[in-house]
């Protein structure tokens, strides 16, 4: 599942425990509220929902905050790469002069692997277990 500990466990706090239906729906209206969040969905296999991607756009600081997850059954068959190489190209054709920012916790190897390899790079100090790396546009 796309909300499982797994999943969760490299997540704020506020987006663990979603442990039934009705967590779930008041979590996604709560992302949706602080941004916009999309649906990954895989073609192939009739757009079967595989993970999420949540932007936070903020126009005065020229800055798009992103997150995504993804289904653990679908870890490490490239779909983060492709999302993210995806994202990276829309931005730098509509939002240039913007700074696109993903936070990630230390231990969270793959995540950080995905953006390095898409132009990310580490920008300031770890600030509780996550490293900020960032792509200006």
């Not at 192939?44 to 929902?49: I, K, M, V, Y």
């Amino acid at each position: 599942a796309i909300t499982s500990n797994k999943v969760m466990a490299t997540l704020p706090p506020s987006w663990q425990n979603l442990d039934n239906l009705e967590k779930i729906q008041h979590w996604i209206n709560e992302r949706e509220q602080e941004g916009a969040c999309f649906c990954i969905v895989n073609k192939s296999q009739d757009r079967l929902l595989i993970g999420l991607l949540f932007l936070y756009i903020d126009q005065s600081l020229k800055e798009i905050r992103l997150g995504y997850l993804l289904g653990e059954k679908f870890w490490g068959q490239k779909y983060a790469s492709e999302v993210i190489e995806g994202l990276c190209t829309y931005c730098n054709e509509h939002f240039s002069g913007f700074k696109l920012i993903g936070g990630v916790e230390t231990n969270n190897v793959a995540s950080i692997k995905v953006l390095n390899k898409n132009g990310f790079k580490q920008q300031g100090d770890t600030i509780n277990d996550t490293l900020f790396l960032e792509r200006l546009f």
